[in-house]
């Protein structure tokens, strides 16, 4: 990791893991581009776009919320119905006897 603190070699580096992490993303050389000069309109691209990460075969881990390579978590089913509340009639007050 101390070649990048040699200038050019910083330079290559950074074109060679933009274009990784937009392919990643499905995403071509013409995003890898926007990742360099833009990288403050398409990272938030990748972040909070419709953008998918793209999972290699023989990879541990999936993409999730928690953060990608972290294991999935076991699915459970619950059923979408709402809570049964049970209400109560009241009775209206009795009016005032005279």
């Given amino acids: 990791m101390l070649l990048f603190c040699i200038p050019i070699v910083n330079f290559i580096f950074a074109i060679i893991f933009m274009n990784r992490l937009s ?3 499905g995403y071509e050389s013409g995003f890898t ?19 998918v990460y793209i999972k290699e075969e023989g ?3 999936v993409a999730t919320e928690a ?5 999935a978590a076991p699915v459970v089913e619950t059923p ?3 809570p049964v509340v ?6 209206p007050p009795a009016p005032p006897s005279m």
Wanted: proline fraction near 10%; aromatic fraction near 12%.
């Fill in 67 to 71: 953060g990608v390579g972290m294991p």
């Fill in 86 to 91: 049970e209400q109560t009639q009241t009775e």
């Fill in 23 to 25: 392919k990643k993303f």
């Fill in 33 to 51: 581009v926007g990742l360099l000069f833009l990288p403050i309109i398409f990272f938030p691209i990748l972040a909070w776009g419709d953008s």
């Fill in 80 to 82: 979408m119905t709402p």
């Fill in 59 to 61: 990879q541990q881990g």
